[in-house]
T-cell receptor, first 112, second 113 residues
Framework: GENVEQHPSTLSVQEGDSAVIKCTYS??????FPWYKQELGKRPQLIID?????GEKKDQRIAVTLNKTAKHFSLHITETQPEDSAVYFC???????????FGRGTSLIVHP | DSGVTQTPKHLITATGQRVTLRCSPR?????VYWYQQSLDQGLQFLIQ???????AKGNILERFSAQQFPDLHSELNLSSLELGDSALYFC????????????FGSGTQLSVL
């Protein structure tokens, strides 16, 4: 299977709702988990990251949670706004390297 | 603006040809990464350089090669191009190349006809 699996591939919500994107990884040695946002036609940009010694991290309307035992981590966006519409990628360092391996992405659509 | 410069922005070429993509990292960043992004695909890691040396290799084809020069800019060479090589190629840079924020360039859109 893939090293980093991401679900769902598409997520449609109404403005003001919450959105949750989930990722699982296979390598128990992974210790760095970033999330990138890519708007249409733009470059990916880091929005939040978490390291394995922390279970949760928040930055305004976004938060990331990590469960190392289950090898999964999630991105939570509250009070979604139309400008949150983008593709979100999770990543994890795989195989003892320090290289982020990316999930396939989640296309988030926030309807006004 | 991330501070990472990629040229050219667009490249159209024919099958069998060779092209070179160029990347200048952010000032002070020692590590450069190359990623390939195809339609409906995520970001596929190709190769990483740190301070002029190859540090990690991903799913990079033998027809592709890269290098990082003493001034830290990097070039990705794609040869014997096939239709399937059409994709958006991103360069990214980071300070030390170990579990840290990547700054992406705006990408080079390659179309092989």
């Amino acid at each position: 299977g893939e090293n980093v699996e991401q679900h769902p591939s598409t997520l449609s919500v109404q403005e003001g709702d919450s959105a949750v994107i989930k990722c699982t990884y296979s390598d128990s040695a992974s210790n760095y988990f970033p999330w990138y946002k890519q708007e249409l036609g733009k470059r990916p940009q880091l929005i939040i990251d978490i390291r394995s010694n922390v279970g949760e991290k928040k930055d305004q309307r976004i938060a990331v949670t990590l469960n190392k035992t289950a090898k999964h981590f999630s991105l939570h966006i509250t009070e979604t706004q139309p400008e949150d519409s983008a593709v979100y990628f999770c990543a994890a360092s795989i195989g003892g390297s320090y290289i982020p391996t990316f999930g396939r992405g989640t296309s988030l659509i926030v309807h006004p | 603006d991330s501070g990472v410069t990629q040229t050219p922005k667009h490249l159209i070429t024919a099958t069998g040809q060779r092209v070179t993509l160029r990347c200048s990292p952010r000032s002070g960043d020692l590590s450069v990464y190359w990623y390939q992004q195809s339609l409906d695909q995520g970001l596929q890691f190709l190769i990483q350089y740190y301070n002029g040396e190859e540090r990690a290799k991903g799913n990079i084809l033998e027809r592709f090669s890269a290098q990082q020069f003493p001034d830290l800019h990097s070039e990705l060479n794609l040869s014997s191009l096939e239709l399937g090589d059409s994709a958006l190629y991103f360069c990214a840079s980071s300070r030390q190349g170990r579990n840290e924020k990547l700054f992406f360039g705006s990408g080079t859109q390659l179309s092989v006809l």
